[in-house]
């Protein structure tokens, strides 16, 4: 199985911050990487598939970085909806396993 | 509209079957895999299989082969997810979701870009 790490598991940030968050794949996945964002009680929701791509209807605050083993998810200026979990997921496998989530919290 | 809309939630006795379902509309149906994903309280989430409805062609993953048997009926385009012996371990959100093609250019990848909004099972004597 490929394991995907992601860090931190949490963190505290302003509205208006610049945050980031890395996902670690444990073996070359090329660019086969997806990040979600999941609100409490609801489903996840596609944000970047292909290591950089946003997915239709995705803010321009939010980018994807990276390529093998090492990716990152950015957001340029934290915005009030953007207080979530985040999960990486690759896709280089048929039934691709997720990272275990950026919990992303007000300060 | 794509939508997947799941059934509701469900409290259940180990031992007892289930089947919990996920209707799709706003597509076609046939044209792509949907997939099972679980999410332990308080945890990340696990793929647990994909079906392709053209043909029932299913793909588990090793953790869940033998415990759970994902299934389709074509004509109300609806995706099944079925225990026929629950345990309290398998206390879960459980969520469909479709798996599409986000292209950027010439390429295409597999995506899994929209999903039901979750089931609760909750399974305790």
């Known amino acids: 199985d490929i394991q995907m790490t992601q860090s931190p598991s949490s963190l505290s940030a302003s509205v208006g911050d610049r945050v980031t968050i890395t996902c670690r794949a444990s073996?070359?996945?090329?660019?086969?990487l997806s990040w979600y964002q999941q609100k409490p009680g609801k489903a996840p929701k596609l944000l970047i598939f292909a290591a950089s791509n946003l997915h239709i209807g995705v803010p321009s605050r939010f980018s994807g970085s990276g390529s093998a083993t090492d990716f990152t998810l950015t957001i340029s200026s934290l915005q009030p909806e953007d207080f979530a979990t985040y999960f990486c997921q690759q896709s280089f496998t048929t039934l691709g396993t997720f990272g275990q989530g950026t919990k992303v919290e007000i300060k | 509209e794509v939508q997947l809309v799941q059934s509701g939630a469900e409290i259940k006795k180990p031992g007892e079957s289930l089947t919990i379902s996920c209707k799709v509309s706003g597509y076609s149906f046939t044209n792509f895999w949907i997939g099972w994903a679980r999410q332990l309280p308080g945890k990340s989430l696990e793929w647990m299989g994909i079906i392709y409805p053209v043909d029932s062609d299913t793909r588990y993953s090793p953790s869940f082969h033998g415990q759970v048997t994902i299934s389709v009926d074509k004509s109300i385009s609806t995706a099944y997810l079925q225990w026929s012996s629950l345990k309290a371990s398998d206390t879960a959100i459980y969520y469909c979701?479709?798996?599409?093609?986000?292209?950027?250019?010439?390429?295409?990848?597999?995506?899994?870009?929209?999903w039901g909004q979750g089931i609760l099972v909750f399974v305790s004597s």
């Open positions: 073996q070359n996945i090329n660019n086969y």
């Open positions: 979701a479709r798996r599409g093609r986000g292209c950027n250019g010439a390429s295409c990848y597999e995506v899994f870009d929209y």
